[in-house]
Structure formats: structure tokens, C-alpha cells
């Protein structure tokens, strides 16, 4: 966990300037030891190396008339890797989809035939540990990874350390940018003489006065939820996190981890959207509802409020927009119940994770593969990264199956940069320039949106002073941001028990919403903690004092 620290301290520091069971078995086979030499993040291999990959890849993206898209072998990163590094890439198998790849990484695990390198799922990862094809990387990551590889990777290296020992390396994807927040029509608010909610209980009295004016109709929905319990339109995590109830992760408690559903915030949070049920604030369906229906509820305007994620009614708000040309949202952190003061989930993608065969003779060419994919991608966005006028990104000929580096945050520092640009002229700060990749293009989308310009007209409500990923930037910035402190691959009873364990605790969540007593939580998560969930905590735990040592 200190990695994970020292990652978000050095962006705390650099971005808050801006504004104030099982185990490794021995290895199978011993790799080969290349020629000692200093370690070059970008070292150029001479004579030439080949090098295999295993991927998934759409036949689609090829276009036959352009030299920079037309196949794998053929392609602008094919040739940057043979360039710039020496090295051919060539590919064990290239799998259709995500269920084709995995078929085929599980074949390979049994006969032992498998390529140097390739991006995995979690499961597959933890098999190709556990059968001892998997190379030590902490020396070779440490000499090899560029900063920026090693600056975006920090948060996810505990992740892929087992016995005290980084197993290949994780590619931050992004994704770290989605936070549940409210979305409130904020025209709605000054017809019923209301300023923006700063307290839960403001929220609840908007919620009643938009219902009491039939804003919506006669059938004005107060607040719209769905039976979502991840950061979709409606989800009821929005009351739930207000609360401090986080839903699936597990906190620091007095120095150990405890899982989220099982502290006493929980109570607080369901008997709060019980009250709600009860008094018809919020939609009597909504444990029958998905998000899609929460969108169209806000479209028809039979609402004005919502919890959801950073993007995930931003086509509804369009909507509302064209049919209603002075309707306007607020986006806001969520507000608590007045005296408290709780931590906003920020949610973290999965990072791609690297298989390196502990079989490959130059198991650092992965590692250089990796650091040219950033540079490149920050340095020559507009060649390397974005779509050509042929349709298609050309990120998805790197070799991780289609995904792209990008910083965790990147989108919430894009809100930054952008905030600060137009405080400044419309420059850019140098410190976005040289770690956001592609910054300056999303920057001319941002100003097109403003304009009306249908292909970004989203843009602006996301990155925009007071956006969603503005929200989250100052949540990270000011550390009111709290994620999962439990990094690492699942525990052996996780895999085996955790869906089913957690079922109980979930039907239990929308009984006592609907009325039923908090006993009936309180005897789910009871019963969690017997029937796997106090092992599991055990498992948890024995990996977190692990990388405390």
C-alpha cells in the first residue's frame, strides 16, 4: 500500500499546484540471460529481435488502402516497434473476442506453448502464476520502465505483487475518472426558490419541492433511481455513498481491512432510502428499473434529479437540452447529511495486465514495448493514438488487445488542464502538454461542444469548472477521494465464493429499502461472515500486511 501512497502523493503534489491460495512454483524453465549492458528504457536491439505476442483483434479496423492500418503486420506501430526498438513482433494467436482469447490462453497453459508476452485477464493471470510461467519482473521493471510507465503503473503494482515479488507489470488503462455524483436540474431548483443542495437533507427538501410544483407533470418522479449498485443512471449508491456506504470494496479500519457492507455506515445509508420509499420521494419501481429507463424518465422531463456516475446520463441532459433550451444541470459532489463528512468513491479500472514469460530471453523488451506506447502516444497523438478520416483508432495496434494507456485519471486532469487553459488565454499548461496524451485535441473538442458542434456536443459537460470530471479533479486533488484498498488479484475463496455469498447481502439491500426491518441486513451480513466471508477477510488481510512489511 505504500506504492499506492507515494502515487497519489506525487499527483497530490505535481496537479494540486495547479489550483490550490497458491504460489509461484519454480519455474519451469530458466530464461535465457541476454547480454549485460546498461539498462536503456529505449534501447534499440542490434541485430534485430522477434518477439511474441498473443492478442484479440477485430478483423475490421484493417483498412487495405492505408500503409498505417493495413493488418497486424502491417501497420504505424508494427513499424515504430522495428524502428525504434528493433524488435518484430509475431503473434502465437490471435483471438476473436474475450472468450476465444481465453480459450486459447488455457490450451496453452496446459502444453506449455505459450508466447513472451501478452495482455490477460485476472484469472488467466493468477493460472499462469500459479503453474510458474510467469517471470520475476521487480529488477527488470525497476531498470526498464520509463517514469512515465513507472509514474501511471504505481497505483497498480501491489496488484501484481505475490510473496513480495512483482509478476509481470500492469498498463494503467484509465477509467479512474467515474464518481457517483447528483445531477439536479438547477432551472428547477429557481422555479421552487431553491439554491444548490450543500447538505443530504437539502437534497431530500428539492426532491419534495420539484414533486409539490409538478415540475415533471403529475407524475413528477423526485428523484429517479434504478436498482443499480455500480455508478449507472440511478443508482442507489448515490444515497448509499452519501452516507458513507460504499458498495464492494474493502477499507482501512485501525490498520486492518474490513469489508465495506459490513460496517455500520450501511445501516445509516438503507434507512435513509427507505424513508424515502416510504414517503414517495423516490419512484416505487425503481428495484424493477435499469438505468436505461432512468435516462428516459429524465428526457421526458418527469424528473430532475438523479445520482450517477460521471457520464452516465449525459445523452438524457442532451435530450432535455434540444426539446428545453433553458433547461440547466448542476453536477455536484454528493451531499451529506449535515455534521458529516465522508470520502467520495472514486472508481478504479482494472489495469491491462502483462503476462511476461519467464521463458523469453529478453523478457525487458515487454517493458520497452510499454514505455514506446506512451511516448508515442503523448509525443504524436494525432498519428500514433487518435482516428484517421478512414474511421477507427490506431491505439488498437499496440499489443494489448485493443486498449490504450492512459493515465488513471486521465479525464479528470483533462478537466484541469482545460479549467486552467481557460483561465490563461486558452493555453495549455506545460505540465499537461508533457503527461496527457492527446490533450490538446481533447481541448479543441471541449470548444467545439460549446458551439453546438453535434460530434462533441458532451464534451463540455464533462470537462467545464463545475463539470463531472472537474468534481472528481478536486476530489483528488483535495484527498476527499476513497478507493478500493484491496489491489491485489482475488483471494482463493473470493474466486470460488464471493458472487454467491454476496447475493444475500444484495436482496437483503432492496427488501429493507421496501420496508422490511434493518434486521434483515443485519442477519445477511451475518451470514456472509460465516459462509466464506470471514475467511475471505482472512485472505484479504494476510495480503495487506504483506505489502506493509
Not at 429 to 446: D, F, K, N
Not at 476 to 493: G, K, S, V, Y
Request: aromatic content about 14%; charged content about 20%.
Amino acid at each position: 500500500m505504500k506504492r499506492i501512497f507515494i502515487f497519489l502523493l506525487c499527483f497530490s503534489m505535481v496537479f494540486g499546484l495547479v489550483f490550490a491460495g497458491g504460489g509461484q512454483s519454480q519455474n519451469q524453465n530458466t530464461p535465457m540471460v541476454r547480454t549485460a549492458g546498461p539498462a536503456d528504457p529505449f534501447g534499440k536491439y542490434v541485430p534485430g529481435i522477434r518477439y511474441s505476442n498473443a492478442r484479440t483483434l477485430a478483423s475490421t479496423i484493417f483498412h487495405p488502402d492505408d500503409p498505417d492500418m493495413r493488418s497486424l503486420e502491417e501497420n504505424i506501430w508494427a513499424r515504430a516497434f522495428e524502428s525504434y526498438l528493433g524488435i518484430t513482433l509475431e503473434y502465437k494467436w490471435i483471438g476473436t473476442d474475450d472468450a476465444s482469447h481465453n480459450t486459447r490462453w488455457n490450451a496453452a497453459i496446459a502444453s506449455g506453448d505459450l508466447p513472451d508476452f501478452g495482455n490477460v485477464s485476472a484469472a488467466i493471470f493468477k493460472q499462469l502464476y500459479d503453474a510458474g510461467y510467469m517471470a520475476e519482473m521487480d529488477q527488470i521493471f525497476a531498470d526498464y520502465a520509463s517514469e512515465q510507465l513507472k509514474n501511471t503503473s504505481e497505483f497498480y503494482l501491489d496488484m501484481l505483487t505475490m510473496d513480495g515479488k512483482l509478476y509481470g507489470f500492469p498498463i494503467s488503462r484509465g477509467g479512474g475518472n467515474n464518481m457517483v455524483q447528483l445531477h439536479i436540474r438547477e432551472d428547477w431548483l429557481n422555479k421552487v426558490g431553491l439554491g444548490l443542495p450543500k447538505t443530504f437533507e437539502e437534497v431530500v427538501n428539492a426532491a419534495r419541492a420539484f414533486q409539490r410544483a409538478n415540475l415533471g407533470g403529475n407524475d413528477t418522479v423526485g428523484m429517479v433511481l434504478s436498482n443499480d449498485l455500480a455508478a449507472n443512471a440511478g443508482t442507489i449508491n448515490g444515497v448509499l455513498q452519501s452516507f458513507g456506504a460504499y458498495n464492494g470494496i474493502w477499507l482501512d479500519v485501525n490498520g486492518s481491512l474490513v469489508y465495506s457492507q459490513t460496517l455500520p455506515e450501511w445501516k445509516d445509508g438503507l434507512l435513509a432510502l427507505q424513508s424515502l420509499y416510504r414517503e414517495g420521494i423516490i419512484n416505487r419501481d425503481f428495484a424493477a428499473i435499469r438505468y436505461t429507463e432512468v435516462s428516459e424518465i429524465i428526457s421526458s422531463q418527469r424528473s430532475g434529479m438523479t445520482y450517477g456516475g460521471s457520464w452516465s446520463i449525459n445523452g438524457a441532459i442532451e435530450s432535455v437540452h434540444t426539446s428545453d433550451s433553458s433547461s440547466k444541470f448542476a453536477y455536484l459532489l454528493l451531499p451529506q447529511p449535515a455534521g458529516k463528512s465522508f470520502k467520495y468513491h472514486l472508481i478504479n479500472a482494472d489495469p491491462i495486465y502483462v503476462f511476461v514469460s519467464a521463458r523469453s530471453r529478453y523478457p525487458e523488451a515487454a517493458v520497452k514495448i510499454a514505455n514506446l506506447c506512451w511516448k508515442l502516444s503523448i509525443e504524436d497523438y494525432d498519428n500514433y493514438y487518435a482516428a484517421p478520416p478512414a474511421g477507427g483508432y490506431r491505439y488498437r495496434y499496440m499489443p494489448w488487445s485493443g486498449m490504450s494507456p492512459a493515465n488513471p485519471y486521465q479525464d479528470n486532469y483533462y478537466s484541469a488542464a482545460i479549467v486552467e487553459a481557460e483561465r490563461n488565454n486558452g493555453v495549455l499548461p506545460q505540465w499537461a502538454l508533457t503527461t496527457l496524451m492527446g490533450v490538446e485535441s481533447i481541448y479543441e473538442r471541449y470548444k467545439l461542444s460549446l458551439i453546438g458542434q453535434d460530434q462533441y456536443r458532451l464534451a463540455h459537460y464533462y470537462y467545464q469548472y463545475g463539470g463531472t470530471y472537474w468534481n472528481a479533479y478536486t476530489a483528488i486533488r483535495d484527498n476527499r477521494h476513497q478507493h478500493n484498498m484491496f489491489t491485489a488479484l482475488p483471494t482463493e475463496t473470493m474466486a470460488l465464493m464471493g458472487n454467491v455469498i454476496n447475493d444475500e447481502i444484495n436482496m437483503a439491500i432492496f427488501d429493507v429499502i421496501m420496508g422490511a426491518d434493518i434486521s434483515t441486513f443485519e442477519r445477511a451480513v451475518e451470514r456472509w461472515k460465516t459462509n466464506g466471508g470471514n475467511r475471505i477477510t482472512q485472505e484479504v488481510n494476510a495480503w495487506y500486511r504483506s505489502i506493509k512489511k
